[in-house]
T-cell receptor
């Protein structure tokens, strides 16, 4: 009964390169959230997706960042032309559903730590 | 709009002493409230959650939290700190389940 799986755990990129972070939600979960964590800043919401749909991307930077959650395969957070300020831990979380007030908690992966040189 | 404020980014307690981590929320309607713990280089794990049932919520590892609507608070407590409790603790609020808002975290140090 695997939990939320994220890979890679650590990623090093040079400025201008692309970073792709993957997230496989828990079995049976169809909702995926991406968060960014910077030291002393807590978790910042980036995007919320269901299969083949972006539900809320209000936390995503307007440029260079994109996310998808295809019908088959993991969710992917893509950062193009990375800059040093993108260095952070990126966490994925999943939940089985999110409807009305019948929500449960989020289940988190162990994060992907991006370092931009 | 919803938000969460955690007072005190760093808290130190002696082993065996009371742990009190503060969380205040702002929400236009009664929210769901959560406490998560994060150990170094790991993801967040749920400690406990409030979902409009009992106002005193018991979680794992001896932690509990009390929802106080009049104070818009959801403080986390544990009667006796253990060395293994040293970690980062996050309070979170959600209303619809589509959005979860996290506080900036409180780092707990336990002094032997």
């Amino acid at each position: 009964n695997a939990g939320v799986m994220q890979n890679p755990r650590h990623l090093v990129r040079r400025r201008g390169q692309e970073a792709r972070l993957r997230c496989s939600p828990m079995k049976g979960h169809s909702h995926v959230y991406w968060y960014r964590q910077l030291p002393e800043e807590g978790l910042k919401f980036m995007v919320y997706l269901q299969k083949e749909n972006i539900i809320d991307e209000s936390g995503m930077p307007k440029e260079r960042f994109s996310a998808e959650f295809p019908k088959e395969g993991p969710s992917i957070l893509r950062i193009q032309q990375v800059v040093r300020g993108d260095s952070a831990a990126y966490f994925c979380a999943s939940s089985p559903r999110a409807s009305g007030r019948s929500t449960g908690e989020l289940f988190f992966g162990e994060g992907s730590r991006l370092t931009v040189l | 709009a919803q938000s969460v404020t955690q007072l005190g980014s760093h808290v130190s307690v002696s082993e065996g002493a009371l742990v009190l981590l503060r969380c205040n929320y702002s929400s236009s309607v009664p929210p769901y409230l959560f406490w998560y713990v994060q150990y170094p280089n790991q993801g967040l794990q749920l400690l406990l959650k409030y979902t409009s049932a009992a106002t005193l919520v018991k979680g794992i590892n001896g932690f509990e939290a009390e929802f106080k609507k009049s104070e818009t608070s959801f403080h986390l407590t544990k009667p006796s700190a253990h060395m293994s409790d040293a970690a980062e603790y996050f309070c979170a609020v959600s209303h619809t389940g589509n959005q979860f808002y996290f506080g900036t975290g409180t780092s707990l140090t336990v002094i032997p």
